[in-house]
T-cell receptor
Framework: DAKTTQPPSMDCAEGRAANLPCNHS???????VYWYRQIHSQGPQYIIH???NNETNEMASLIITEDRKSSTLILPHATLRDTAVYYC??????????FGKGTRLHILP | GAVVSQHPSWVICKSGTSVKIECRSL??????MFWYRQFPKQSLMLMAT?????????EQGVEKDKFLINHASLTLSTLTVTSAHPEDSSFYIC???????????FGPGTRLTVT
């Protein structure tokens, strides 16, 4: 079973920051938070991951609360190409990836 | 970045026939590969874990005799859907795990249509 809870869908205006929340209240101390996205009819694409510190890369930022029970993925300037299903996954680094239902993000022109 | 390919990208076959899907890690070695299935408007469902040189481990409810997995080398895993039926029509996606990073990289998927 997926260990995360995400809203089923969200809208964001093009050019604005998209903030995608994820609850993972049962996360264990050795589990990381991973984010992937899947654009229609493609394989999932890795975005970012973190353990407890906030992380940033060229695609996004990941904000993890101090108690690690929730996190937020931030796409700083959303474009139409960011329209996708976003999956928040918690896992031990060498474990298999189990996908939940994810959040369907619509970027509005 | 690490690249995983799948072949074919799409395939149409007749009911009762078998179809093989290949998953290759192009620039790294993968002792472990994973196979997923995705029906329209649903999430990815893990089918099995493929380990090089040993038998695959199937998730509960997945028929191992119907979905044959072979992982004969460090860069290639194959999924054979035997005696395919229309309900096997789906999007099949593989991923390959890189050592020592343990990162998983996903293939582009194979769309199977059984008529």
């Amino acid at each position: 079973d997926a260990k995360t809870t995400q809203p089923p869908s969200m809208d964001c205006a093009e050019g604005r920051a998209a903030n995608l929340p994820c609850n993972h209240s049962t996360i264990s101390g050795n589990e990381y938070v991973y984010w992937y996205r899947q654009i229609h009819s493609q394989g999932p694409q890795y975005i970012i991951h973190g353990l407890k510190n906030n992380e940033t890369n060229e695609m996004a930022s990941l904000i993890i609360t101090e108690d690690r029970k929730s996190s937020t993925l931030i796409l700083p300037h959303a474009t139409l190409r960011d329209t996708a299903v976003y999956y928040c996954i918690v896992r031990v680094v060498d474990d298999k990836i189990i996908f939940g239902k994810g959040t369907r993000l619509h970027i509005l022109p | 970045g690490a690249v995983v390919s799948q072949h074919p990208s799409w395939v149409i076959c007749k009911s009762g026939t078998s179809v093989k899907i290949e998953c290759r890690s192009l620039d790294f070695q993968a002792t472990t590969m994973f196979w997923y299935r995705q029906f329209p408007k649903q999430s990815l469902m893990l089918m099995a874990t493929s380990n090089e040189g040993s038998k695959a481990t199937y998730e509960q409810g997945v028929e191992k005799d119907k979905f044959l997995i072979n992982h004969a080398s460090l860069t290639l895993s194959t999924l054979t859907v035997t005696s395919a039926h229309p309900e096997d029509s789906s999007f099949y996606i593989c991923s390959a795990r890189d050592l020592p990073s343990y990162e998983q990289y996903f293939g582009p998927g194979t769309r199977l249509t059984v008529t």
